[in-house]
């Protein structure tokens, strides 16, 4: 099992919509989680963070977390075309030596059509 | 607001060719990263640094070695590119403690013909 799953997409909304994406991963210990938003030929920007257990909220942006069911999510209300982009779920699982270290999903891939 | 450079943004090199990738961090970060990001692949971690002179091989590490001499700068080498080396060469700094978040340099896109 990977140490973090996301649905691979692609995700494909209608401007103004709600997309919705999800992540899993595999270890209960893990504390901080977080999404990442890719641009074609860009690198990743940090969008949102999440660390403890309910929805954050940042703008257009909620992160839901559930350490109980090991599942992080992101929703974006009002979609936009500006947010079609490359969304990576990144979680910081602790092992040893490796504290600090961030493992992250393969990205799913969202397009907002106008 | 944190910044991470990287020396290159395209790179064209020869099979054979020793190649330096340079990284450095504005913000007094202990942890950095290299990354490298292909098609379907993901992002899959080359090597980290917690600490000047200190280093760790992450998930890729075959035909790759680092350097941290200063607490600011991380420079990933590639010893003698082969062409499955060409990618998206990623570098990240973070914290030592706290959340962790990672901070990512706008990439170099390496070509080894």
């Known amino acids: 099992q990977k140490e973090v799953e996301q649905n691979s997409g692609p995700l494909s909304v209608p401007e103004g919509a709600i997309a919705s994406l999800n992540c899993t991963y595999s270890d209960r210990g893990s504390q901080s989680f977080f999404w990442y938003r890719q641009y074609s030929g860009k690198s990743p920007e940090l969008i949102m963070s999440?660390?403890?257990?309910g929805d954050k909220e940042d703008g257009r942006f909620t992160a839901q977390l559930n350490k109980a069911s090991q599942y992080v999510s992101l929703l974006i209300r009002d979609s936009q075309p500006s947010d079609s982009a490359t969304y990576l779920c990144a979680v910081n699982i602790r092992r040893g030596s490796t504290l600090g270290r961030l493992y992250f999903g393969r990205g799913t891939q969202l397009t907002v059509w106008p | 607001d944190v910044k991470v450079t990287q020396s290159s943004r395209y790179l064209v090199k020869r099979t054979g060719e020793k190649v330096f990738l340079e990284c450095v961090q504005d913000m007094d970060h202990e942890n950095m990263f290299w990354y490298r990001q292909d098609p379907g692949l993901g992002l899959r971690l080359i090597y980290f640094?917690?600490?000047?002179?200190?280093?760790e091989k992450g998930d890729i590490p075959e035909g790759y070695s680092v350097s941290r001499e200063k607490k600011e700068r991380f420079s990933l080498i590639l010893e003698s590119a082969s062409t499955n080396q060409t990618s998206m060469y990623l570098c990240a700094s973070s914290l030592s403690t706290g959340r962790y978040e990672q901070y990512f340099g706008p990439g170099t896109r390496l070509t080894v013909t």
């Open positions: 640094s917690y600490d000047v002179k200190m280093k």
């Open positions: 999440i660390y403890s257990n």
